[in-house]
């Protein structure tokens, strides 16, 4: 047994990754809490040699005065009686050597490296995700839940739970469906309990990874992206910046014939994304982002609050529906803005 103990430790080491020292010290901690139980000791030593593959493992006594635990001490008197080398405090092994020796080391080794082998895939796992946390990944659902509506997903690393909470709302994702994901949270711990990967679909953060990842302008920093606001599914604002005079920000993230951005919404299922204008000047990015409204003043008070004056015929438009179009505005400037509608000549 201790042969093929050690060339399966070699061989998970090859194929897993994991250390063989690193196993050998699990398979001993656990032979030695296996022979403890097997025998009631509580003084076990378990000696490995790598080099001759071999295990041995020994019940250890030591020499007292008194004996107070048999399982663990032996007498001063019965120890001389062994050998007259043995002293008070001297630690006598004796090497077990039974039938069950084999079953036992077998039944734990085997145990230790199925452990071993989750533990290692597990770990490979986060560290595949880590690299990806934060950003949007390509996904195929592979279940669907009808009950609760949660679906699984396969990410080409493992697979992972997309909670009906995380979708866009309304969307209805079917087995064989492809996606893009936004991985929020990745678990350290591989012992823990729950999914390793919290997916979603709805975060904000999603629409900026999207828009740094289609958009060539922004993933050569020509373009940058200054804020984004968003009401998954409904609507979204994003303000975006040019460093190079001659290249229209706006332009850009829209692309020719809205092809650019129409890549993004159809993944959103129709999202609309108003592409603002930022400007240093708050008045003119407040008025941009009342886009698709137009402004025809704003006034700021410099206390990240402001007025926006529109015709009365915009009034509607600026304040959007459900007051959707100037809260997202208010979101993406960081400022309360009120909107008074003027009758003009």
């Known amino acids: 047994m201790n042969a093929e103990l050690f060339e399966a430790l070699e061989l998970l080491e090859k194929t897993k990754g994991i250390p063989v020292e690193y196993m050998l010290e699990k398979v001993e901690a656990a032979m030695q809490s296996a022979f403890k139980k097997e025998y009631g000791s509580s003084a076990v030593r378990v000696a490995i040699n790598r080099e001759k593959k071999e295990m041995k493992i020994f019940k250890q006594r030591t020499v007292v005065e008194e004996v107070e635990d048999p399982r663990s001490q032996i007498s001063y008197e019965d120890a001389q009686a062994i050998s007259r080398r043995y002293e008070l405090g001297t630690i006598i092994e004796d090497e077990i050597k039974t039938a069950s020796f084999g079953r036992i080391s077998a039944q734990t080794a085997k145990q230790v490296i199925v452990q071993g082998i989750r533990e290692a895939e597990k770990s490979n796992i986060i560290k595949e995700y880590e690299k990806k946390r934060e950003e949007v990944i390509s996904a195929v659902v592979t279940k669907r839940d009808e009950v609760n509506g949660d679906v699984e997903v396969d990410t080409g690393t493992s697979t992972a739970w997309l909670k009906k909470d995380d979708q866009l709302p309304g969307e209805e994702l079917h087995v064989g469906d492809r996606i893009r994901v936004f991985v929020t949270e990745v678990k350290r711990d591989t012992e823990a309990a729950g999914p390793l990967v919290t997916l979603s679909r709805t975060h904000p953060n999603m629409l900026r990874r999207m828009f740094e990842a289609d958009i060539p302008e922004i993933q050569d920093g020509t373009v940058l992206i200054k804020g984004v606001a968003r009401e998954a599914g409904s609507r979204s604002k994003i303000a975006v910046l040019s460093r190079d005079p001659e290249v229209d920000a706006v ?85 309360k803005i009120d909107i008074k509608g003027v009758k003009q000549n």
């Open 251 to 335: 332009g850009a993230c829209i692309g020719n014939r809205g092809m650019r951005i129409g890549t993004v919404v159809d993944e959103l299922r129709g999202e609309k994304i108003d592409v603002i204008a930022y400007s240093d000047r708050m008045e003119d990015y407040i008025a941009a982002a009342l886009s698709p409204a137009s402004v025809l003043e704003v006034e700021f008070d410099g206390e990240r609050s402001a007025k926006a004056i529109v015709a009365g015929d915009q009034l509607s438009l600026a304040i959007g529906k459900e007051g959707q179009n100037v809260r997202l505005a208010a979101k993406l400037t960081g400022c």
